[in-house]
């Protein structure tokens, strides 16, 4: 699609991965950007994520695929155990499940890192600017201001004008704040996560996507992101613990966790197949941070400014696909951008395709995510071991509840694969 408007000049709030894939979509449109962001230096920060096959495709749409594969995982299957380290289902994902495009696991570091290289020499280094806190936004008829203060001495930078803010500015967003002002913190879940990477040898195929247990006793979640880190072949294995405790505190993505408030939980997980005490004891360090989301907003876009990524829509981390919707989103926001003349249409028009669809993903993730299989089998039977995963649950109803979650998050095969010419061709 040619680009028909005056070039659209646009502030994008937030350096993290849906300001910069933003960044990339808009300067491949042709479309001028700044990206301001708040951290002084853009540290590799995080652990593991998961980019799905309907993001992996918009990152390859960008040229970074093989970059991506440089530097992670490329993901074979998902598999679900109960906490006797029973195996409930397995199937394959991504290319091994016969997508086009792949899934990664991949530290999320490593995926912000290469973002960052391609906007750096794509749009230059005088477009990224580090340390700059935003503090509000305004707008009249002809554009829309954003207001920053030095994050490190807390004084106000110029105001930045441009046609269009995008707020990408994450759970805390302070775009999100100035457009509802009165919408409460984000809401506990009642499960709080521990998170680490350790180095370990690889489990299963190597490229295993692990879910293990349930929530109220205690789940793992398992899946290496980097492969052959000591030059002996093992890996870089990201895990996340989760359990049902009303003790949380705010979420803070570098908040230490102490391995004593969890590890209990796992204390008889050794299987054949992996000691997963042993694998959380040598994690380099330990990340806490509670499971949040927000209710979805009746609106993200007014005038000239809208929301992208988890300030719009932040949702459970239960089915990988908090990085895969604002990579989503920052797609959608650059096509409606190029398609209408108006700022302030293309902002709505982005916002009428994206709304709906994220918004089901957040209450899907609250209710059905793919992890919605270790609870039927948890429940149904009392969490005790089972002679024979027939008898408790069918092969087809695992499978549909997988399916289920794929089709609402917008990466089932049949849709992808019917989307492929739109979503392949050019802006
Ligand atoms: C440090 C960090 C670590 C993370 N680790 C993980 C992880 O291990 N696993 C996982 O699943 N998800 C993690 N996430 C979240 C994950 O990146 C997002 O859920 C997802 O990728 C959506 O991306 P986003 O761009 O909307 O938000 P984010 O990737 O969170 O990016 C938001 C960006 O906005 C910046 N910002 C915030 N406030 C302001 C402000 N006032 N002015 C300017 N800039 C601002 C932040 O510093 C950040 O760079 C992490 C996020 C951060 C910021």
């Known amino acids: 699609m040619s680009y028909r408007g005056t070039l659209v000049n646009v502030i994008i709030v937030g350096g993290g991965i849906g300001g910069f894939t933003l960044a990339l979509f808009l300067q491949r449109a042709g479309i001028g950007c700044k990206i301001y962001e708040l951290a002084p230096e853009i540290r590799p920060l995080g652990v593991g994520i998961n980019i799905l096959p309907h993001a992996s495709r918009e990152l390859a749409a960008l040229g970074l695929e093989s970059a991506l594969a440089?530097?992670?995982?490329?993901?074979?299957?998902?598999?679900?155990?109960?906490?006797?380290?029973?195996?409930?289902?397995?199937?394959?994902?991504?290319?091994?499940?016969?997508?086009?495009?792949?899934?990664?696991?991949?530290?999320?570091?490593?995926?912000?890192?290469?973002?960052?290289?391609?906007?750096?020499?794509?749009?230059?280094?005088?477009?990224?600017?580090?340390?700059?806190?935003?503090?509000?936004?305004?707008?009249?008829?002809?554009?829309?201001?954003?207001?920053?203060?030095?994050?490190?001495?807390?004084?106000?930078?110029?105001?930045?004008?441009?046609?269009?803010?995008?707020?990408?500015?994450?759970?805390?967003?302070?775009?999100?704040?100035?457009?509802?002002?009165?919408?409460?913190?984000p809401l506990y879940s009642g499960v709080n996560m521990w998170r680490g990477v350790s180095i370990w040898p690889s489990i299963l195929s190597g490229a295993s996507m692990v879910r293990a247990g349930w929530l109220a006793n205690?789940?793992?979640?398992?899946?290496?992101?980097?492969?052959?880190?000591?030059?002996?072949?093992?890996?870089?294995?990201?895990?996340?613990?989760?359990?049902?405790?009303?003790?949380?505190?705010?979420?803070?993505w570098n908040r230490p966790g102490a391995i004593n408030d969890f590890i209990g939980a796992f204390a008889d997980w050794r299987f054949d197949w992996l000691d997963v005490p042993e694998l959380i004891r040598q994690a380099e360090a330990i990340l806490e941070f509670p499971m949040v989301d927000q209710d979805p907003l009746p609106w993200w876009s007014r005038g000239r400014v809208t929301l992208l990524g988890d300030a719009a829509h932040p949702m459970y981390p239960r089915g990988s696909n908090g990085a895969g919707q604002a990579i989503l989103d920052a797609r959608a926001l650059a096509d409606a951008l190029v398609a209408h003349r108006d700022p302030a249409e293309a902002l709505k028009a982005y916002e009428t395709k994206r709304l709906p669809f994220t918004a089901q993903v957040v209450r899907m993730n609250r209710k059905n995510p793919p992890d919605a299989i270790l609870r039927e089998v948890f429940e149904r039977t009392g969490d005790k071991p089972f002679r024979r995963i027939e008898d408790i649950i069918s092969e087809k109803e695992l499978a549909a509840l997988s399916e289920g979650y794929k089709r609402v998050a917008g990466f089932d095969k049949q849709s992808l694969q019917a989307e492929a010419p739109l979503a392949r061709q050019k802006l």
């Open 70 to 185: 440089e530097v992670s995982v490329l993901t074979r299957e998902a598999v679900f155990f109960n906490r006797f380290g029973q195996l409930i289902y397995r199937e394959a994902l991504g290319r091994y499940a016969g997508y086009d495009d792949p899934q990664f696991s991949i530290h999320r570091g490593e995926l912000q890192k290469v973002l960052v290289a391609a906007a750096t020499e794509r749009l230059g280094p005088d477009r990224i600017f580090t340390g700059w806190k935003c503090v509000g936004v305004d707008q009249d008829a002809t554009g829309a201001t954003a207001r920053f203060q030095d994050t490190a001495t807390g004084e106000a930078h110029a105001p930045q004008r441009a046609d269009v803010v995008v707020g990408c500015d994450g759970l805390h967003s302070v775009v999100r704040k100035a457009l509802h002002p009165h919408e409460g913190p």
């Open 218 to 252: 205690g789940k793992m979640v398992i899946y290496p992101i980097r492969d052959n880190v000591d030059g002996q072949g093992k890996q870089l294995v990201n895990w996340v613990a989760e359990l049902e405790t009303p003790k949380h505190k705010k979420r803070d």
